[in-house]
Antibody, heavy 121, light 110 residues
Framework: QITLKESGPTLVKPTQTLTLTCTFSGFSLNSSGVGVGWVRQPPGEALEWLALIYWNDEKRYRPSLKSRLTIAGDTSKNQVVLTLTDMDPVDTATYYC?????????????WGQGTLVTVSS | QSALTQPASVSGSPGQSITLSCTGTRSDIGAYNYVSWYQQHPGKAPKLIIYDVTDRPSGVSDRFSGSKSGNTASLTISGLQAEDEADYYCGSYTAGSPYVFGTGTKVTVL
């Protein structure tokens, strides 16, 4: 059974760096084809894909946020960490991590419950 | 990277069929057969209901079906039920990015 859970601060100040951890079980990040992504959703708005890390440590980022995002995997801890620098109130959102479905294409079949991050001074 | 375009809202009566559209470009929907659809109830995480344009994950009702023509993908919900009232998002693999979501459609069951 695949499960994912996000953890991190619920409140950050403008200009600070956000670090979120996705702790997962039921799969291994170093198994061929596996990927873990991060998605966010501002209150009342649409989903936004942020970043993705593959089993081979290949990483991909949302182009508009590429300079601020870093994704990293820790296979020994079954964790994926996302950092977003220079936080702004517009970054207020629920942040989800999700498991890549299958070994071809790209979709997300298992999701964490999400964690709401508010950016405010 | 622009979001895929979806109608803001679609409604239907119980038992009816409705179709949601998702319009992209030649760089995403038009280029790959990797369109997915998600259902999201208020306060909940999204749920994958269609992947690779037409395929349903195990356990998803066959009342949900997907298709694609050119740069536009569609999700059809047949036999509309009260529990289908939710937000629906499309997503697609895209050149370079590699993923983009749609703007979302709110489905209302009248």
């Amino acid at each position: 059974q695949i499960t994912l859970k996000e953890s991190g601060p619920t409140l950050v100040k403008p200009t600070q760096t956000l670090t979120l951890t996705c702790t997962f079980s039921g799969f291994s990040l170093n198994s061929s084809g596996v990927g873990v992504g991060w998605v966010r959703q501002p209150p009342g708005e649409a989903l936004e894909w942020l970043a993705l890390i593959y089993w081979n440590d290949e990483k991909r980022y949302r182009p508009s946020l590429k300079s601020r995002l870093t994704i990293a995997g820790d296979t020994s801890k079954n964790q994926v960490v996302l950092t977003l620098t220079d936080m702004d109130p517009v970054d207020t959102a629920t942040y989800y991590c999700a498991h890549r479905h299958g070994r071809h294409g790209l979709s997300f079949d298992y999701w964490g419950q999400g964690t709401l991050v508010t950016v405010s001074s | 990277q622009s979001a895929l375009t979806q109608p803001a809202s679609v409604s239907g009566s119980p038992g009816q069929s409705i179709t949601l559209s998702c319009t992209g470009t030649r760089s995403d929907i038009g280029a790959y057969n990797y369109v997915s659809w998600y259902q999201q109830h208020p306060g909940k995480a999204p749920k994958l209901i269609i992947y690779d344009v037409t395929d349903r994950p195990s356990g998803v009702s066959d009342r949900f079906s997907g298709s694609k023509s050119g740069n536009t993908a569609s999700l059809t919900i047949s036999g509309l039920q009260a529990e289908d009232e939710a937000d629906y998002y499309c997503g697609s693999y895209t050149a370079g990015s590699p993923y983009v979501f749609g703007t979302g459609t709110k489905v209302t069951v009248l």
